[in-house]
């Protein structure tokens, strides 16, 4: 009798869905929206730092240009009033109420200037550089016009002393009389002519002050001669 052969019996398992071991338990997937949002932010915190700084450097580079462009076209207008001043001679220069003019005018001129400053930095920065600008023309215009009122005031005193000396040699009749205009309008002169050189500083019995009254005297005698 033929024998079957014998097949062992394959024995199927299941697992609980609970019995998974703990080492290999399956990971959740992970959310990069989170990162990727902190990211973003982080990049747009830096851009915006950046561009901040650029704004605060064109900023500062644009108010000191500006600056320095009110300063040289105030710089121009300075130079021209002090200019046209420096021409000035005689009464024109002395006269006080002139002087004060332009110095009026340069302080107009500065306010305008200012007053054409986009920011009130621009304006400040422009008010303290133009300080000694002003203050350098206003100082330049005032010893031109003590110059000028020196040479003015000479100038008339020895006009003065000239219209005496004529008048005197006109009286020269009267010269033996020592209460005649001769003798008035002559120590008048002389003594003109002694004030105008003390003014100029020249030391009263120096040689210079004695040549000075030397001129004026010498000066009548040969008017007197000249109306005999």
């Given at each position: ?31 990069f ?31 000191d ?38 110095v ?20 400040r ?50 010269m ?14 002389i ?31 040969a ?6």
């Amino acid at each position: 009798m033929p024998t079957v052969p014998v097949t062992p019996s394959v024995q199927m398992t299941t697992t609980a869905p609970g019995s998974v071991q703990a080492g290999q338990a399956v990971q959740p997937m992970r959310d990069f929206s989170a990162d990727q949002m902190a990211n973003s932010g982080r990049a747009l915190q830096q851009a915006g730092s950046t561009l901040s700084d650029i704004s605060v450097n064109l900023q500062d580079r644009f108010n000191d240009a500006r600056t320095k462009e009110l300063y040289t076209g105030y710089s121009r207008e300075v130079d021209k009033i002090q200019n046209q001043f420096s021409g000035t001679q005689g009464a024109d220069a002395a006269h006080g109420a002139i002087y004060d003019q332009n110095v009026a005018k340069l302080n107009e001129l500065r306010e305008e200037y200012a007053a054409a400053a986009e920011n009130p930095l621009i304006a400040r920065t422009f008010n303290e550089r133009s300080d000694v600008l002003i203050s350098s023309a206003a100082q330049s215009m005032a010893k031109h016009s003590l110059a000028e009122t020196r040479r003015y005031e000479a100038n008339e005193s020895a006009a003065e002393i000239q219209v005496n000396m004529n008048r005197a040699a006109q009286h020269w009749t009267e010269m033996n009389d020592p209460e005649s205009d001769f003798h008035v309008y002559a120590a008048t002169s002389i003594q003109q002519a002694s004030d105008l050189a003390i003014s100029q500083g020249i030391p009263e019995g120096s040689y210079q002050y004695k040549q000075t009254i030397l001129e004026v005297t010498d000066g009548i005698h040969a008017n007197v001669i000249s109306n005999m």
